[in-house]
């Protein structure tokens, strides 16, 4: 009994389907002399490992921090109010300004802004 072949044949292509590409030409750089030696090694930096820094001692960074909380004063806190009865009207000025309605959620952003704008 025969087998049945179920492959199909493709049909080869037309020959008007056919493109011919027309073989590259070989380009060569003007720069490049052909008659000078190529190097093919590849120069690398010589990077030397660098010591790390010294470790700073745990007492001179509680100093500092301790020294810094020392100085801080309240005017540069922004979240310290100098006034609060001007701060609020600045804050309510500001909001009118820039065309908010100045509620519980936008009233600690427009003090912020009335401050750093220096309206109090």
């Known amino acids: 009994m025969a087998r049945r072949s179920t492959r199909t044949e493709k049909p080869a292509p037309a020959a008007s389907n056919v493109q011919v590409t027309p073989?590259?030409?070989?380009i060569e750089s003007p720069l490049v002399d052909p008659t000078a030696p190529v190097n093919l090694e590849v120069e690398t930096p010589d990077e030397a490992?660098?010591?790390a820094p010294e470790a700073v001692a745990p007492e001179k960074i509680q100093t500092d921090f301790r020294e810094k909380l020392?100085?801080?004063?309240?005017?540069n806190n922004p979240f310290v109010p100098s006034n609060p009865v001007a701060?609020?009207?600045?804050a309510g000025e500001v909001a009118k300004d820039k065309g908010f309605d100045l509620n519980r959620g936008t009233s600690i952003g427009a003090r912020l802004m009335a401050?750093?704008?220096?309206?109090?």
């Open 49 to 51: 490992p660098v010591p």
């Open 87 to 90: 701060l609020e009207k600045a």
């Open 23 to 26: 073989e590259e030409g070989r």
């Open 70 to 75: 020392t100085t801080k004063s309240v005017e």
């Open 115 to 120: 401050r750093a704008g220096k309206s109090i």
